[in-house]
């Protein structure tokens, strides 16, 4: 017999004594009331990770996206990305070890989660590859208020499970050594947030 | 209102006065409470070890001597835990259906004294007078398996004299645990050290809680730490 | 290469050698005392975390109860967004599938994601013996790996270590598999985070195949979910071109929607925050981006064992969030390794009985009783796991499968007393006796409490367990029977 059969056939049988009737799932944790301002709340909640939040116009997202690198920084752009940043090339298809030589990446985010203060790449376009917004040890991403939902049912009631998703909560951590926090490891050690108004 | 005093059989055969303190304490508000002489044990120490088999004829003793109560109440949040929470997985094993129903009609009944004095006496001071410095160690089934909250240091705060004191990490076990005291007696021991600390540094001169299990396991520790703290049952601060 | 678990003694003999260790019990002291308030904080600050809490056990009970569906729908829907998926009975067909896709692409080493599934299979032991590396990149794991050690904890692995001892780990060790530590290597955290940076990003770089686990996965849209911190897991998840996840039968969640639920649970239950740093979600191959070759590796290894244990099933529902060791009084104090197993703590003491059966090994028989039943276990569980019911039911398992045959002394006396306690007759005559042995032990007692009744302070036999450290109080001369008698209740 197969593997499989074989686990489902023990499966089958660990449950032939079961009371298999249905348990109510509670669903009060979905459409919760937030009060106040949304987008002030994921502010305060991704510097609360400490990432640095920055918020803008439309028209100065390519001045404050510089002012927030380093001058002389190499800056990859995800292609597809709205708006331009002077000096910084669009990725062709770098490769991740021609990635981990550039000092920072500039994606979008397909959604906001303002209770949690995270981040979600779906890598589609304006937010790149994966690995894009991975090897550089900075992440410039750039999010439009209206982007911004309030929890996490609500974000997973918009995003499109077929995608590739990256949940981002802050800069890379660990708590690994004596369970005290510490910002940077492997992936982007610096997180900077711009907020289109 | 019929009520039976369980004494259980560790205050029974080790510390009567608790018992001896809930009857004057429920006599004091009225309570006439009787003492059903064919009880013995409320099956935990088997139950908690694994021995099933051989709780089924306590639990039968159980329930032929509770029989017809309207109120049994006991001065233990583990043994009334007990009650409520396993009789029914001994009937179960045991096969018969007269135990089982028996069961069902009895162990609801079962309250802890401070649910009782609360909730169904609806008083919470009981006149007791008591001028002393008192920490009190909520014990784990009191609190996790009854969920008995703040019934009892409302208890205690209506006592005329006492001085309440925070017990740090109160709410942290004791290490008593029944057969866990023998069966991993280091790891009982160090727990329990860590609470005896705590109730040293709480500057308490008495500590208080409901179950005289955890009270003996931390008194164990504190009298051979010559430490200088008494213990009491709650029923024995309340009752004074 | 990390050591094993095998021939470990059962737990009280372990807890004793552990609670002997005083860097080891001030090491967790601290780190379980601070995710304790992390925790508390991030719990308490969201509306409604009990019903969160009943919506994670319905959904995994629901689960559980219908699980050969969700499996199928599972590997259904995997297979149509372009993984293969692999069934594997137990660990030794689990690490040759592995190890079998690693050949095939002629790979000597893997890079892996923190997985609690691969270590319990003994995943690294069964590659190196066929001559591949796997180098773990977790930063708790690769200390833990680093120093032959064992893992002591589900979240934090080396939680018994403090930063003095890593900073020696990584000067000693590091060197020998690759990149070595910085010679200037201080003990400060964010000084040995960045070593473990360095050592790891050339391994990163260079591997062509990951292994990881997953946290769920969806059985409606074939999507895994890895939840971590660093950065390394979306490293080896990203970079390779192949990519094999080991997942427990019971990780599967029926719908995307069910996530939501989870994905709250988790962190706040875990490490005590919001939302972890990272949160990877692939469903098969996304052509252009990432690995293009994906398996997956279906895992029962005592899953559907444990599956069918009325009272045990729950623990399945178990997400690894390690909520329960942090809160509980015995692994405070006696660290993970007591436990014997990569799932040491409450959960261990119920999972490695279940997954593993009762009655045949006393170290596996011993983890049941390694608790005081204190409850705060339960209380901390996000997917509410009842973990006293489950020991208590476990414990009665262990008893049962040693009934028969010449009976133990703890079963001699459990009977015995048993018989005492059946009628109140035969109870109060042990009273008179213990009655009788109180008055003599009073009359020899060279100390009395302040209450002044006589102390015991060396009890003979199995009693010499409770009075190394502890007194007893010498039996009273009447038992609460007896006065209620002789007094007519009190009234005399």
């Known amino acids: ?40 709340l994921f502010v305060e909640r991704v510097e609360d990770y400490r990432a640095t939040v920055t918020r803008c116009a439309d028209s100065e997202v390519a001045g404050t996206v510089s002012r927030l690198l380093p001058e002389g920084t190499s800056v990859v752009l995800a292609p597809g990305f709205e708006w331009s940043v002077p000096g910084a090339a669009v990725d062709s298809g770098l490769t991740a070890v021609q990635l981990d030589s550039v000092g920072a990446v500039v994606t979008g985010a397909t959604v906001g989660i303002a209770e949690t203060g995270t981040l979600v790449l ?17 992440h410039v991403c750039v999010v439009r208020a209206s982007q911004v939902v309030a929890d996490v049912p609500a974000a997973i009631g918009v995003l499109d499970p077929r995608r590739p998703q990256t949940w981002i909560s802050g800069p890379s951590a660990t708590s690994d050594i004596e369970l005290d926090r510490v910002e940077g490891v492997h992936g982007p050690r610096t997180l900077h947030v711009v907020i289109v108004d | ?103 069902r009609r009895v162990s609801p009944k079962v309250v802890e004294l401070t649910e009782f004095l609360v909730d169904t006496l609806g008083v919470t001071d009981v006149g007791a007078t008591f001028p002393h410095r008192v920490a009190y160690h909520p014990t784990c089934h009191s609190l996790r398996m009854l969920g008995v909250g703040d019934r009892p240091t409302r208890l205690l705060q209506a006592v005329h004299g006492l001085e309440l004191v925070d017990l740090p990490d109160a709410e942290s076990c004791c290490g008593f645990g029944g057969t866990f005291a023998v069966k991993n007696a280091d790891t009982s021991v160090a727990m329990g050290a860590d609470k005896a ?34 213990v009491m049952h709650l029923a024995e601060v309340l009752a004074s | 290469m990390t050591g094993t678990f095998v021939g470990m003694p059962a737990f009280p003999t372990a807890a004793r050698a552990a609670l002997a260790d005083s860097q080891l019990r001030s090491n967790l002291a601290h780190a379980t005392s601070t995710i304790r308030a992390r925790r508390l904080a991030v719990v308490g600050e969201l509306d409604g975390w009990e019903e969160l809490r009943l919506a994670g056990a319905a959904i995994k009970d629901n689960t559980l109860l219908h699980l050969d569906e969700h499996l199928l729908a599972l590997e259904a829907s995997l297979t149509a967004r372009g993984a293969v998926v692999h069934w594997a009975r137990d660990a030794d067909e689990a690490c040759r599938i592995v190890a079998g896709i690693a050949k095939d692409h002629g790979a000597d080493e893997v890079v892996k994601v923190k997985s609690m599934a691969t270590q319990e299979i003994g995943l690294n032991e069964a590659l190196a013996a066929e001559g591949i590396a796997a180098w773990e990149t977790d930063l708790a794991e690769l200390i833990v790996q680093l120093g032959d050690d064992l893992p002591s904890h589900i979240l934090v692995p080396a939680i018994h270590r403090n930063r003095a001892e890593i900073r020696q780990i990584f000067l000693d060790k590091m060197a020998a598999v690759g990149r070595p530590a910085p010679a200037d290597l201080t003990d400060e955290p964010a000084r040995l985070a960045e070593a473990a940076r360095l050592h790891l990003r050339e391994k990163f770089l260079r591997a062509r195949v990951a292994v990881s686990g997953a946290n769920f996965a969806v059985a409606e849209t074939g999507s895994l979910v890895v939840v971590e911190s660093e950065g390394n897991g979306r490293m080896c998840l990203t970079l390779p071109d192949v990519l094999v996840s080991v997942v427990g039968i019971e990780k599967v969640v029926p719908t995307w929607a069910d996530l939501d639920v989870f994905l709250q649970l988790l962190p706040r239950s875990s490490t005590g925050e919001r939302m972890n740093p990272y949160t990877s979600i692939w ?24 599956l069918a244990d009325e009272v045990g099933r729950q623990a399945l529902r178990c997400i690894r969030c390690s909520a329960c060791l942090n809160v509980c009084p015995v692994y405070e104090r006696t660290g993970g390794h007591a436990y014997g197993s990569v799932y040491p703590g409450p959960i261990g003491a119920i999972l490695n009985p279940l997954l593993r059966g009762v009655g045949t090994d006393d170290q ?31 414990r009665a398992q262990v008893v049962d499968a040693h009934r028969g045959g010449v009976p133990r002394p703890e079963a001699a006396v459990m009977r015995s007393a048993s018989w005492v306690l059946g009628t109140a007759r035969r109870l109060g005559a042990a009273e008179r006796a213990s009655g009788l042995v109180g008055r003599v032990a009073g009359r020899l007692a060279r100390r009395s409490s302040s209450s002044g ?31 209620w008698k002789r007094t007519e209740g009190g009234h005399r």
């Open chain 1, 1 to 40: 017999m197969s593997a499989r059969d074989e686990i489902l056939g023990r499966v089958r049988s660990a449950l032939t004594q079961a009371d298999r009737s249905p348990v109510a799932v509670p669903t009060t944790h979905r459409g919760r009331v937030h009060e106040g301002d949304l987008v002030e």
């Open chain 2, 1 to 103: 209102m019929k009520v039976a005093l369980m004494v259980t059989c560790l205050n029974d055969a080790m510390f009567p006065s608790a018992g001896q303190a809930t009857v004057t304490l429920l006599r004091r508000l009225g309570v006439d409470v009787e003492f059903p002489e064919q009880q013995t044990c409320c099956g935990q120490p088997f139950v908690n070890t694994g021995y099933l088999d051989e709780a089924v004829p306590v639990v039968r003793t159980f329930v032929e001597a509770f029989e017809g109560y309207d109120a049994i109440v006991t001065p233990s949040g583990s043994c009334a835990g007990s009650a409520r929470h396993q009789h029914g997985i001994v009937a179960r094993r045991s096969g018969d259906a007269a135990l089982a129903d028996g069961v």
């Open chain 2, 197 to 230: 600390r705590h109730v040293v540094d709480s500057g308490a001169e008495v500590l208080v809680a409901g179950d005289s299990s955890c009270l003996m396991h931390i008194g164990g520790l504190l009298t051979r730490q010559r430490a200088g703290v008494r």
């Open chain 1, 122 to 138: 779906t890598h589609g376009p304006g937010e790149g590859r994966r690995l894009l917004s991975l090897v550089p040890d900075v």
């Open chain 3, 453 to 483: 009744r006589p102390l015991m302070s060396r009890l003979p036999g199995p009693g010499a367990g409770w009075s190394d450290a502890r007194d007893l109080p010498a039996p009273p001369a009447e038992s609460f029977r007896a006065w």
């Open chain 3, 364 to 394: 596996v028989d011993s983890l049941p009783y390694a608790s005081s039943l204190c409850g705060a276990c339960f209380e901390a569980c996000p997917v509410r796991i009842d973990i006293p019911a489950v020991l208590v039911d476990l």
């Open chain 3, 283 to 306: 469903s098969g191959v996304t052509p252009g981006d990432g690995p293009q070759e994906v398996h997956v590796v279906l895992l029962d290894h005592g899953r559907t064992r444990a």
